[in-house]
Every structure is written in C-alpha cells, then in structure tokens.
C-alpha cells in the first residue's frame, strides 16, 4: 500500500492496485473519494475530526469512524497522511507525537512541549483555524516559543543564554496572588505550606525564578531571590538539579521580577508551587521546605 499527498491536499492512495483519489475541502479535510469510477458520499467531519455518518448523521459509531478513512489514513487534514485505527467506536489518530481522540478532543499523551497548547492534552480550542499536526504545538505557537528560545540574562555581569520555554506557560499576572487561607494538603500528604505575613526585608526587591530539566521541560523547583547579582542565586543551585536528573543539562527563568517585599514574593513563589502541587499531586522534586 502506498499513499502520496499531493499539492492542494488531494492525497492519492494504491492498495493491492486498487487506487483511490481523496479530495478535499476548503478546510483540507476530506470531501469526496473515487476509486475507479466510483465516488463516495459527501464526507462530513465535527470540528475536531470526528467522521459524520453520512446516511444517519451520527458520531462515534463503527459505520461513521469508517467513512473518514481510506487504507488506514483518516481523511480529516488529509494531507498530512495520519494513521487511523478505530476500535469498536473509538476512533484513535497517530497525531505525530503522541495518539488522538476526536471523540473527546484531546491527546492521550502529555504534550512533550510544555505551553504548545492550551494544556497538557486538549487539542487546540479553534480547531476550525488551529491545529496540532505534530503532536507537540499549535504551529504559530511553536514558531513563538523558537523566537524566543534563547533569551539573554545577566548573571555576574557577562551574558549567559537561558533556555525559555514558551510565551503561553509564563503568564504575568498584573497583582500578586491573594494569601491562601487554607493548608494544601493532598491524600498523599503533600502539604505546601501558608506563607506567614512579615515585614523582613520589604524594601527589597525579590524575583521569583524557576529551575528546570532542559530535556524533559519539567520544573525542578521554585524559588526567590534579592541578591546581586539577579541570577546568582538560581545559577549556584543548576549543579544541584543536574546531580539529581541522571545526566541532563538544567537551566532557569525569571518568572516575575521587581517583586516588593520577600512577603510579596513568598506569595508568587507559593501561587507556582500551589498550582503544580495540584496538577501534580507531589511537589517539585528540588522544593524542600515550602512543600512537604
């Protein structure tokens, strides 16, 4: 079997000599096949790949996912040639990177580029104008996240290049987050303690910063600093989460800067934890006593 996507997204499928040409729409997405002198029914899709049946009209059943394939390709941005399985009525798309399901609209793998969508799973939520064809970002997304791959930050008064991540996983909200009245505590017992109220050094101006594994993208731990200068802090514990990732290179980040007041900044560093605590379930593998 041999497939072969031609110019203007009409791809051209050979199976055991029997060809079949698939045409798409405005959209890219299959509209009509012909094998021999044969066409199909008009192909219809839901916004995020489902195949439509076209005598009923239904979604998600064997007889739908069916119409959307040809000799194991679906048919939805069909240019792209994307392996399909469906299995009873669960249609699964190899995706580049990780399996899709358009039934729910989401990935079955976390997204290996942290920030390439909304979240770790969703495809991307305008899938009328967006799409995530490789199974790691939304393609303007990506081309964001490489402009800014390399950002330049002063450490010691020389310029060292810091790994930045992705314009869409540092939000910058416009006021520090309000104090948590609540302990977090998991059922696993991770507890992130309530950051006390304090006048200690709020005259200083703190930058809340982030250590991360440079291979995998995943945080190693949080934290703040008033030093000078601004990254010999977070520079001095790199060594530190190297010597616990097996070999990989990790780097930081500033993710807010100019914070008044270690209180202030003990807020921001908290929000951070606090919210990979509850997606995670376990704190930062460097976080030592701000999470327990």
């Not at 050979?14 to 698939?22: D, E, K, L, P």
């Not at 005598?55 to 399909?84: C, E, I, M, R, Y």
Request: hydrophobic share 35%; glycine share 10%; charged share 15%.
């Amino acid at each position: 079997m041999k497939s072969v996507g031609l110019p203007g997204g009409v791809s051209w499928t050979n199976q055991a000599g029997a060809v079949t040409w698939s045409f798409p729409d405005l959209s890219g997405h299959g509209l009509i096949t012909r094998s021999g002198g044969t066409n199909s029914a008009l192909l219809l899709w839901d916004p995020f790949g489902q195949p439509v049946d076209p005598v009923t009209f239904a979604l998600g059943t064997a007889s739908a996912d069916d119409t959307g394939q040809v000799a194991g390709n679906t048919l939805w941005h069909q240019g792209a040639l994307k392996p399909a399985e469906s299995a009873g009525s669960t249609l699964v798309v190899e995706m580049g990177a990780r399996l899709y399901v358009p039934a729910f609209g989401r990935f079955l793998q976390v997204d290996p580029i942290e920030g390439g969508v909304d979240n770790d799973y969703v495809w991307p939520p305008d899938p009328i104008n967006q799409h995530d064809l490789s199974g790691k970002a939304v393609p303007l997304i990506a081309l964001a996240a490489a402009l800014v791959r390399l950002v330049v930050s002063l450490v010691s008064g020389t310029s060292t290049l810091v790994l930045a991540r992705s314009i869409k996983s540092r939000p910058i909200p416009k006021t520090p987050p309000a104090q948590r009245t609540t302990r977090l505590t998991t059922t696993n017992g991770v507890t992130v303690p309530i950051p006390q109220p304090t006048w200690f050094r709020k005259d200083k101006s703190y930058m809340v910063y982030e250590i991360f594994n440079t291979r995998t993208n995943e945080t190693w731990k949080y934290g703040i600093t008033s030093a000078e200068p601004v990254g010999a802090r977070p520079q001095a514990q790199i060594s530190t989460c190297e010597a616990k990732s097996n070999g990989d290179r990790c780097d930081w980040i500033s993710l807010q800067e100019n914070v008044a007041g270690y209180y202030n900044a003990r807020l921001w560093e908290d929000s951070y934890i606090a919210a990979y605590v509850g997606f995670h379930g376990v704190c930062p593998p460097g976080q030592v006593t701000s999470c327990k």
